[in-house]
């Protein structure tokens, strides 16, 4: 049994497996640039962020119907619940959407159905995060806020992705007001290929309770005490920041450090079907690469449950909190 965790930081659109993703293109009718599988996951060689960008919003081509969204989240529930999944909290990107001509409904109501079966089919409750684009302007970030007025019920709250470096929190000053004035839950991705002055930002400006992402953190020791001082979650994902070349090799992430300084680390998966794993297989890698023990990782286990957003569902909280504390290592 894998230990039990919360997962806080994943694009749903980043789990299409290249296998879904032919199937899909197969069952729209839409061509992808890759001739196979092979050819497509061959593709997954990326140099920077932007490089993953481009693939990532080229291969959403084949999400179309509700049904589309709807199978793309149950296949992540199912891989998720396998690997000790047992909350996520989950991110999707309707700008790249409504782009391709998929309205917000047809988003919010495949991935709704999926979710609202999450917990009997999977045993995963779940929450819903809409980001906004980075790169696209504020206005059409406040447009992408009101055409999800109708569906606000299903959604928990707001977020920031896609290419952060020139693209400062401060941007999307009003539309994080007019986000918190709707009661949204609020966080951004800042210090993944930014600097340490947009996690800074992100807190001052936008009034994040969470950053996803903060590695660069590391690089402001007054941001780090403050950050520990604040007791603010940092959604940390190892694999990505690999592949993405945040980092050069897992052995010099600094998950070990920033752990060390009492930040309050999470670990989690991004975009597993890019990334080479999902939430256990992050928790496995930091295990095997970087010697967390066993407390290390019950303790991030434990952050996973503290970070969450279910101050609407303390008893559930607490359940899961028992169940890390209850937790025993496979002898190994
Ligand atoms: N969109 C999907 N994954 C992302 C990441 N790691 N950073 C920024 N935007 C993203
Ligand atoms: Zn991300």
Redesign the pocket.
Known sequence: MPLPKAELHL?I??TLEPELAFELAARNGVTLPYASVDELRAAQAFED?QS??DL?YACMAVLRTERDFEDLADAYLRRAAAQGVRHAEI?F?PQAHLARGVEMGTVVEGLGRALAASEENHGVSTRLIM?FLRDESAGSAMETLELARPYLDRITGIGL????VGHPPVKFREVYEAAAALGLRRVA?AG??GPASYVTEALDVLGVERV??GLRCMEDPALVERLVRERIPLTL?PL?NVR?RAVDVLEDHPLPAMMEAGLLCTVNS??PAYFGGYAGDNFDAVRDRLGLDEDRLRELARNSFLASFLEDDEERRARYLAEVEAYEFPRR
């Open positions: 694009h659109e980043g962020l993953f960008l990532y991110f990107d980001c992705d896609s290419a952060e991705h993944e290929e996803d992402h994902c990505s993405l991004d975009d």
